[in-house]
């Protein structure tokens, strides 16, 4: 089973990084202020996940020392655009370290937006009609808010555990039901809703993400939740990249 462990970690990671700054940039917007400490602790934090997402990318190339050649075809693909916008996403994310400034933590949350709007077209191929859609979008987005309402300084606050709990109910519910929703679909429809609901990592990465919720739920706020939600979608985006049939699968049998 190839679970393409490199594009899993790259997307878990950098989506936790996007929800983190997503929450940072709310913030900021806000009268309330963190202490210079605690701001450049976060950002710290992002940076650091982005940068070993961006590493983890690397091993998905046939040759990562050629890493830069994959960002010559900016007018054409869309995984060249990724590389290049989580570049730019962590840039930003090393100068708040070091900065405190609220432009450039919104420049930062909006590259982080464009980061997963470009991966949710990234990982929707028509090769993969089940979620050649908004599907992987639908659980990229969710996945960042999620981790960043989670991983977040400010998950203790009140106004951020109501949002963690209603968007941890949403990815349960969008993940649960999608291979029963495949299962009414044609073959290969039906095939990946019967990998998905026999995958071991699937089922455990939704235990990880409904045991989060009830710790949301009761008020247990504190980093083993937030490592919970964490080990629920890469567990689930392992059977994302590895349980989901591309129409070569068929090729030379008939239906």
């Not at 400490?37 to 650091?48: D, I, N």
């Not at 504190?222 to 080990?231: N, P």
Request: glycine share 8%; proline share 3%.
């Amino acid at each position: 089973m190839n679970y393409e462990f490199p594009l899993v970690f790259f997307t878990a990671l950098t989506q936790a990084a996007v929800g983190i700054s997503l929450v940072a940039a709310w913030r900021e917007t806000r009268t309330e202020c963190i202490g210079l400490f605690s701001f450049r602790r976060e950002w710290l934090t992002v940076f650091v996940l982005a940068s070993l997402g961006l590493l983890a990318s690397l091993f998905h190339l046939g040759d990562p020392k050629r890493a830069m050649t994959a960002l010559v075809n900016l007018s054409n693909s869309w995984l060249s655009r990724e590389g290049l916008v989580f570049g730019i996403f962590a840039f930003f994310a090393l100068i708040n370290i070091f900065r405190r400034s609220k432009l450039f933590v919104f420049a930062a949350a909006v590259f982080g937006i464009a980061g997963i709007v470009i991966q949710g077209l990234t990982y929707a191929p028509v090769s993969m009609p089940v979620i050649s859609n908004a599907v992987p979008m639908c659980i990229f987005a969710l996945s960042a808010l999620c981790l960043g309402t989670s991983l977040t300084q400010m998950a203790e606050e009140n106004g951020v555990s109501k949002m963690r709990t209603f968007l941890l109910v949403i990815l349960v519910i969008l993940l649960a039901a999608l291979p029963f929703v495949w299962k009414g679909g044609d073959v290969l429809s039906q095939e990946t809703a019967a990998l998905w609901l026999s995958s071991v990592p699937f089922w455990g990465g939704i235990a990880c993400l409904v045991l989060a919720l009830v710790m949301s739920l009761i008020g247990r706020r504190c980093i083993v939740m937030g490592l919970l939600v964490l080990a629920g979608v890469i567990l689930c985006r392992m059977t994302f990249f590895a349980d989901t049939l591309h129409t070569a699968t068929r090729i030379g049998m008939p239906y």
